[in-house]
């Protein structure tokens, strides 16, 4: 594995570039929108997560010489190209939605603006991460929904590849989770982390009894006991005569939940453990999460479905050319008319219309022309959802490492309270504002 | 991004470890199997991959100084689990099937011994890598049936997670994908790249007509031409006014493919254009590939439903503890008994067994009590499945690096042989041959 994240790149990126650089479009300036086109999964809103990861990647976007040999060797880039490539710096500027933030079908969540040849080749880059991120992010906020009040760890590391794992858990926690089991994740972003012990605790020893009283020696009786293994009922009844009544908790890794919950909290409570805590961990997807809502769980552990978007493992984001000079400088709004996939050109400002403080639309304003857009002042019942994101030359200052992560959080939770209750639903349905185009005046 | 694979873990690993330390049980020696209980998605078979890349992280599992500073100061491990941890090196064996080895339901695909210490740690590694690129190559062995002899081409990069791409584009390669767009996964592990131009290059220029001069001008007439940003007819003609009745392909990205290739096809061939070859890339999967297979289409490029497992994003791969040995040192079977996760103690060998050279039998030799397993011997008509992979502190020569990607390629070429044709249907049925586990005598 290399640091840099230039070849995460499809290799027409580069074909493009070279062609362009041929023909001197390489210089002319262009706007790229990333969007997606429906919300995928019958979703009422997206979430917009990976930003912050995107932003450090780009800054890593360089051809060192193991990238360059490569190139040289295998993909049949010319000498120009490979020099323009050893030189790249991305100078231009991105705009977009905060991390974290909702979007609709539509909605313009990131712009990229430069030259075509400096922006073309971040497509991959820029998509790879906004749409597995987002996936995992929306699927997080409708388990946040369900979970109401209580906790939710993300334990999906094992279903998703090792370092998307570590995204996956970021996007989580940004959208509501509480914590992860993945440590590189606490590590790089500041995740809180948990975790206690599996099955293979329990098989390591001579007995159910042996392993729950060497875990309580060495972690106290406050940690969390997985009472499964063998027989539920025995294993709830080792539990308090190993640890006391004071055991912090007991993990439910099996069986039908409602049913396996109700019977574990009469036990405890019968047997004066009524402050020990339930958490459940077994194939939990935010439809799961919502029927034990009148269950006595104290707290959820959501590993596959959140980590592959519960059903929508990818946004569906793309990154589409909007925008561009012509030879002669002037701008034009540029958009392709295939079946099916037909987009608005024109370069967008975007914001979230509120009426007493709850959304009511995602207007996206659009400037063929590409004057100045002053639309927010136009709009004072809604909120702009472009920011500065990257200029000159680095990201901008709030959006990226641990508290870029933090900020996201927030933000999110700040937004996910603007939408109207219809939104909270989990069955699918249509988005749950509309998007309306608007021309700049 | 720290090179180390280390964090790549769930906490309670440690958590355990501290625990085994401590009490003494983390010196038992232990044997983890690698399974999945069922085929996620009603799958035939299932294709196993990830093993050379899982190497290689082993490899690379070392607890450096910031892996450690950061355990110590937020993950509540002792002083005595660190310096433990500071030390590791994997000093056990690893056996296994080969990559691109054909898997089912309670195939032993990895078998791992050690001391509980040393092997538990590496459980969420493991099922990191197994459970993604196990369910893209299984995808793409379906995809790969499908097309029969028809080239298919890797392009789902910005479909994933940047690093999982990367990942995903090397399990398709095993599985009999012919090329990837993704450049790191040529740089890395030597697949083909592919690629030409995107709509962004058409809305470029002035017109399509003089997109497809410049590109002609920079890559030849040998190069494919993508037809489809404004209105496919006029696409066509314009290319092979271009280009020349040479014009090596055209790609359709939109539209119904099986209507819109067979249109594009008689054009080609009224305008002289026979050898041109056309290549479909909208939202394929399996199923319309197949659809596709009386259409005069070339060559299939494949994105999202290949990246996400067409439908089944992760293999659903379990690590277990199987057998251990008492504080005694004799061999014990072990198995957890919760309700739908019960599972097999006691370590295995395994054996895919032939009649007249094709599988009829996935068989399973269990030894509870650890003796020797000759029971290959005892099976003239089986192929053995287990291979050493990782002995000695390092990977065995011949699965790691580009080298074992194409070994693994080549294997999964030869296994699919074996399979009865009833294994190739894609619609969702039994597993295509029974798994039989019988005791060893």
Redesign the interface.
Known sequence: ???S?A??????????L???L??G?AD?R?V?EVFARRLAGGRRFGVLAGTGRLLE?IARFRFGD??LD??RE??AVDDRTLAWLADYRFSGTITGYREGELYFPGSPVLVVEGT?AEA?IL???V???L???SAVATAAARMSVAAGDRPLAE?G????????????ARAAYIAGFGAT????A???WGIP??????????????SEEDAFR??V???GVGTTLLI????IREGVATAIRVAGTDLGGVRI????LPLVAADVRAQLDELGATDTRITVTSDLDEFAIAALAASPVDAYGVG?SL???SGT??A?MV???VA?Q??EGSWLG????????ASQGGRKSAFRVLRDGTASEELVVVSDGFEELDAAERHPDARALHTALFADGAPVDGHVGASGVRAAREHHARAIEELPVRALALSRSEPAIPTVYRDAE
């Open positions: 594995m290399t640091a994240s070849l995460l790149t499809d290799r027409y990126e580069l074909t493009m070279q062609a362009a041929r023909d479009t002319r262009c790229f990647e193991d990238e490569f190139l295998h993909a075509f073309v497509e991959t880059l998509l790879s991460i749409n597995f991120d334990m590391s094992r279903r998703a590849q090792e370092r998307a794992a570590v995204a996956a089991s993945n440590l590189e606490g590590r790089v982390t948990m975790g206690t012990a599996a099955h293979a605790w329990t098989l390591l020893h001579d060497s875990q020696a060495a972690l499964d293994t063998y027989d890794d099996s069986g039908d596959t980590v592959t978007g493992p990818t569906g990154y589409k050319l561009r012509d030879a540029v958009a392709k008319a295939s079946a099916q996939k």
